[in-house]
């Protein structure tokens, strides 16, 4: 993966402003004032203790699912489907945290943790199994268990967990399996430290060990790059360093989830959405697949996102435009050859050289 | 109740129903991959064509307004894959996963501010396709399998037989697939290889609009968020399952439509979670791909030494 | 200029960032004659014939054609203008067969518009008789020989009207005697009124086939001769642009104790089929070990078996007497065996990390470049430039990612990981392709210090010079067998060119 570089910067900056300008006269087209939507914007995303807080709330199972993408797609796999085990993550934590009656605070978070990274890498492991052993393309067994997954928790909620005779719910988990909340009237809970210390980590994994480098030995870009000729013959198993990475991908999934349960939900029920799963595939792209990127990258998109509910809810604009908007960002950034063509212009160029100098 | 009551005339009829927009978006699906595109994208493009549809149908009252508005709705997603994708160098799998969440995201946005609507939006004045009764046939045994269905059911099976004859008889065909196994060979004969790739994908956005129309105009006339529910990727398995040929796709989403189609009875008949009918094309989409897998497998077999 | 010159390339200047591989060249073909283009790998050859058939734009220059002044901007356009090129890669589309390629593009059409195949086949197999070839109709290229594959690509620009048949580097994968039928088949298409330019780096052909040269040596041209009027070693020494070519300066070979020994070995390739069939090899200490042969003919399956990279099917591989066949590629590396693989990009690198992460795959778990698992990126940094140094990497900084470089610096990285560790027993397969004269050079020499420091060394290479220059002791290898053991000094080209073909004797 290439680090960042000043024309990246450069393009996802160019990328921002033309984005906003559409974004502004989407707003205008339906019929909406988007200076007030922009106001809204930044008060939801950074004015006040409560809105930060929310804001890096939402930014949490986001880094985790940045990460979680990045770590498939550095060791050569697409792994599409985080969300899914995101889902099965949450259903299996709350299941833990309401079902271990006997345990004290410390262990029984571990224990609930455990179980939804469990679950979550469980998830992948016959997509990785299929591609390593049967070449079976894990793009698309992954996009296909996410609809799976959906439809599964849905159907555990109601049916085999279900403990709310009204609506279709599990028990809500025990005190002792909480993630606790810091601010009054916010989400925003410990599982933020947690999704930090996880991307950092993942970050000297990757980059200062030899675990890291064989992980990576295989992949490294952007493309599927699996099954790696380069890693076998450096008597790297590429198969496993493959399967790992989408155990590792899913597990970190699971864990996005179970601090959802765990930290702000309290219980599992059939309408909890998640989409982060898929966002998480979008800001891993925009920090570069680095997840010092993915976390930085992580906290802008968590309070924009969190703006957006603002702006849905004092306005009649749909919270979804943020979505869009990041995703046609995406549609700019991974624009390779127009960041390539940057490079024909001298000063681009130099500034290029003078960002990328290295101590090596 | 007897499994063979299971079987009857109005099974076929669903099985049609629920075949033909897997089908048609497959046969998008099998056009790109046979000329070397990997085009994740279809389902943003079912998704856009479906909401244009509901929407042109709602605005006009018409639906040709709706037909014409999600074929161009269609068209105009596919030409953004190209333009990312074949002009400006970025990854396919990436262009056709963010214009799939883009086109989520998008038709929920314009819903929900257009329509004031979650969810799903439905209103008397969307015009929905009738079905097709076939003057001729009224009275014969064919009837009840031919007649009265709408749109696309025809177009499914006219669609299957001219890609055919495209694929295997005509010079476009024949450069498809050229530039799907071998683009330098097809770059050396003469043929632009990204003229081709922006052909099938433009293409692609016809058949993926059709297919999305489908979904909203036919049968039901409504927009849900989301309402394509993974038929674009199922379309891609059932190309990948049928070699990437138009009858091969045509049968593999045949094998959908079937389970599809078995599930809804079954509903009626078993008392069945219905969250479970809904996962019965997901869990058949992932034995298919183990069957694919296993016909890779099975590919490979070692000449034994003695033999030579 | 003569007046029935066909071809006539003027000034050609064509610049890539950073690099020059044209620079005023002239070039000019007269009609019905086989003109050579002849120069090392890298010399510009392929620029200019990509040039002329449409493929790239020169910078600077203009083209003639029939004396008429031309520009080629598309593939397209060189075909209408009678020019068809078989590349060195052929061009062939699997699944289809002979005459589906030869007429892609330009299929017949009936009545309805649709394609005509009865007609393609009837047209294909008129085509091919009138030039004495065979063509099998319904044979798909993926089951057809690699000869068989050639003339279907002659064929095709036969099909499509050519006049002027660019061959790049044609016998690159034939067997002499395959070549010796490709020179008849070109001679009948100079009977028949066209006219042929023959790339190649094989001087012996040239004087063999052509009537006249043109030699390049770094972007330029160095001269034109008639056949008649020109000698091996004058071309030669346009060529390289020294006397001397391909003489590796070492003394006799001092083997000591076996270090590796196969016994009727047996592998599968990727389709199932068998590519080695009983091969028995013995490699000592202090000695190189060369196998010669057409590729693929088992060389690269062998190679693989050697290194782990495939499973064996049947047979023994002891090394240092301990059986390592079917031992993972890991056991086989750590008991200091080391291989440059013939597939540089894929498999020797990964282009997309950078060149210390690609010189370290082969060290990164020992100290101190790592201790319990964690890296040293200090020792890493002065490891790594340590290599670079000692094995002259051209690179800014050892950060670059290695895709950046060029293919003979990529090789360099490729050497220098594999000979950084002290290894016992090295394999190298194809260890300079694709790579410049100067550091070809370079890469002999440091697998004869290799040998001379008391290493065995087994090369494997296409390239007969290089086996002949560089080994002690040769095996050809045909089909999967090694049909003949030979001394290179003892034994010539010619009965070199028998073995390579199976005749043993």
């Not at chain 1, 000297?204 to 000729?229: A, C, H, Q």
């Amino acid at each position: 993966m290439e680090k960042f570089s000043f024309k990246d910067v450069l393009v996802t900056f160019a990328g921002l402003f033309i984005t906003s300008f559409i974004a502004w006269v989407l707003i205008s087209a339906t019929g909406n004032n988007p200076s007030e939507v922009a106001m809204y914007l930044y008060e939801g995303g950074f004015k006040g203790t409560r809105n930060i807080a929310n804001s890096l709330y939402q930014a949490t199972p986001l880094i985790l699912t940045a990460v979680a993408t990045l770590i498939s797609f550095r060791v050569g796999m697409f792994n599409i489907g985080i969300n899914g085990s995101m889902y099965v993550g949450a259903l299996y934590a709350g299941w833990a945290g309401y079902k271990f009656t006997t345990l004290g605070h410390f262990t029984h978070v571990t224990v609930c943790i455990l179980i939804g990274m469990a679950v979550g890498a469980a998830w992948m492991l016959l997509p990785a199994l299929l591609r390593v052993y049967a070449g079976v393309s894990e793009i698309i067994s992954t996009i296909i268990l996410n609809f799976v997954a959906v439809l599964f928790v849905s159907y555990m909620a109601n049916g085999p967990f279900r403990a709310d005779p009204i609506a279709p719910s599990t028990a809500r988990i025990l005190e002792t399996a909480e993630l606790k909340q810091i601010f009054p009237n916010s989400q925003f809970n410990t599982g933020f430290f947690i999704a930090v210390f996880v991307a950092i980590l993942a970050h000297f994994i990757l980059n200062k060990t030899t675990f890291g480098y064989e992980l990576r030995s295989g992949g490294d870009g952007l493309v599927g790059m699996y099954p790696s000729r380069f890693s076998s013959y450096l008597g790297i198993p590429s198969d496993r360093s493959a399967i790992i990475g989408m155990l590792i991908s899913g597990a970190l999934g699971g864990l996005a989830g179970a601090i959802e349960v765990l930290g702000a939900v309290r219980y599992f029920f059939q309408e909890l959405e998640f989409n982060q799963g898929f966002d998480g595939i979008l800001i891993g792209i925009l920090g570069k697949l680095e997840p010092i990127g993915s976390i930085i990258a992580s906290l802008f998109y968590g309070a924009i996102k969190n703006g957006g509910f603002y702006v849905d809810y004092k306005t009649d604009v749909s919270r979804e435009i943020i979505i869009v908007l990041i995703s046609v960002l995406i549609f700019f950034v991974s624009a390779q050859k127009m960041v390539k063509g940057l490079e024909k212009y001298p000063f681009i160029k130099k500034m290029d050289n003078f960002f990328s100098r290295k101590k090596m | 109740m007897e499994w063979i009551e299971i079987f009857d005339i109005s099974i076929f009829r669903s099985l049609l129903r629920s075949t033909a927009p897997i089908a048609i978006v497959g046969m998008a699906a099998a056009l790109c991959s046979a000329a070397g595109v990997l085009n994740i994208g279809l389902e943003g493009k079912m998704l856009n064509a479906a909401f244009a549809g509901v929407y042109a149908s709602y605005t006009f009252e018409s639906v040709w307004a709706g037909f014409t508005a999600g074929i161009i709705a269609g068209l105009l997603t596919a030409a953004l894959f190209g333009l990312l994708s074949f002009t400006l160098g970025a990854d396919e799998v990436l262009a056709g996963l963010a214009i799939n969440i883009f086109s989520l995201a998008g038709t929920t946005y314009l819903m929900r501010t257009i329509f004031g609507q979650a969810g799903f939006f439905s209103d008397p004045r969307i015009v929905g396709f009738e079905p097709i009764s076939i003057s001729f046939l009224e009275g014969t045994f064919l009837q009840p399998f031919l007649s009265d269905f709408t749109y696309s059911i025809y177009l499914m099976f006219f669609i299957a037989i001219s890609l055919h004859i495209m694929y295997y008889r005509t010079r476009l065909g024949t450069a498809i697939r050229a530039t799907g196994e071998n683009p330098e060979a097809a770059e050396d004969a003469g043929i632009n290889t990204v003229r081709i790739k922006w052909l099938v994908t433009v293409f692609s956005g016809f058949l993926a609009g059709i297919s999305g129309l489908f979904l909203s105009l036919e049968n039901l006339t409504m927009f849900t968020e989301g309402m394509s529910a993974g038929k674009g990727y199922i379309g891609l398995v059932a190309s990948s399952f049928g070699n990437n040929t138009p009858f091969g796709t045509f049968g593999a989403s045949l094998f959908f439509g079937l389970g599809d189609a078995i599930g809804i009875r079954l509903q009626g008949v078993y008392e069945l979670d219905s969250r479970l009918i809904l996962m019965i094309p997901y869990a058949l989409t992932v034995v298919v791909l183990i069957l694919i897998g296993i016909r890779q497998r099975l590919r490979i077999r070692p000449v034994p030494i003695s033999e030579s | 200029m003569s007046k029935d010159s066909i071809i006539h390339l003027k000034n050609i200047t064509k610049e890539y960032p950073g690099v020059v591989a044209n620079k005023n060249v002239d070039f000019q073909v007269n009609k019905g004659e086989i003109h050579a283009l002849v120069g090392e790998n890298g010399a510009g050859k392929s620029t200019l014939m990509k040039i002329l058939y449409g493929i790239e734009q020169p910078t600077q220059g203009e083209i003639f054609i029939n004396g008429e002044k031309q520009i080629i901007s598309k593939v397209e356009s060189a075909i209408n203008l009678g020019i068809g090129m078989v590349h060195q890669e052929f061009t062939l589309v699997p699944s289809f067969t002979a005459p589906e390629n030869i007429g892609l593009g330009q299929e017949p059409k009936n009545n309805q518009g649709l394609i005509d195949w009865k007609g393609l086949n009837k047209l294909v197999v008129d085509i091919a008789e009138k030039y004495g070839f065979k063509v099998d109709p319904g044979l798909k290229m993926i089951d057809a020989s690699v000869g068989v594959q050639q003339r279907t690509e002659i064929l095709k620009t036969l099909y499509r009207n050519a006049n002027i048949l660019i061959l790049d580097e044609p016998t690159a994968v034939l067997t002499p005697q395959e070549t010796d039928e490709l020179f008849t088949v070109i001679r009948t298409l100079v009977d028949e009124g066209k006219t042929v330019i023959f790339i190649t780096h094989k001087l012996r052909e040239v004087m063999e086939i052509a009537d006249r040269v043109t030699v390049m040596r770094a972007g330029e041209v160095q001269g034109v001769s008639e056949i008649k009027n020109t000698s091996i070693s004058e071309l030669a020494s346009q060529m390289v642009g020294r006397e001397v070519f391909l003489q590796v300066k070492k003394d006799e070979a001092k083997p000591g104790e076996e270090i590796l020994n196969v016994e009727d070995l047996w592998v599968h390739d990727a389709r199932g089929l068998l590519a080695v069939k009983g091969i028995n090899l013995s490699i000592n200490k202090g000695e190189i070990v060369g196998v010669a042969g057409v590729e693929g003919n088992g060389q690269s399956e062998f190679v693989e078996a050697l290194t782990g990279l495939r499973k064996t099917s049947q047979g023994s591989i002891k090394y240092l007497g301990e059986d390592i066949a079917s031992s993972s590629p890991k056991n086989i590396r750590r008991k200091k065996i080391a291989h440059i693989p013939e597939d540089r990009t894929n498999t020797g690198l990964n282009t997309q990390l950078s060149i210390w992460e690609n010189l370290i795959g082969n060290s990164y778990f020992r100290r101190p470049l790592s201790t319990r698992g964690i890296f040293n990126l200090k020792k890493i940094a002065e490891h790594s430039n340590k290599l670079k140094e000692d094995f002259d990497i051209r690179a800014p900084n050892i950060s670059l990612k290695v895709k950046s470089l060029s293919g003979g610096n990529q090789q360099k990285v490729v050497v220098a990981r594999e000979l950084s560790e002290d290894p016992v027993l090295t394999i190298a397969s194809q260890p300079t392709r694709g790579v410049d004269i100067g550091n070809i050079e370079a890469i002999h020499e440091q697998l004869v210090q290799m040998r001379d420091e008391g290493g065995a060394v087994l090369l494997v290479s296409a390239e007969l010079d290089e086996v002949m220059a560089v080994a002690d002791r040769v095996a050809v290898m045909y089909e999967g067998q090694i049909v003949k053991w030979v001394n290179p000094k003892e034994v010539d080209q010619a009965q070199m060119g028998l073995y390579m073909a199976g005749i043993k004797e």
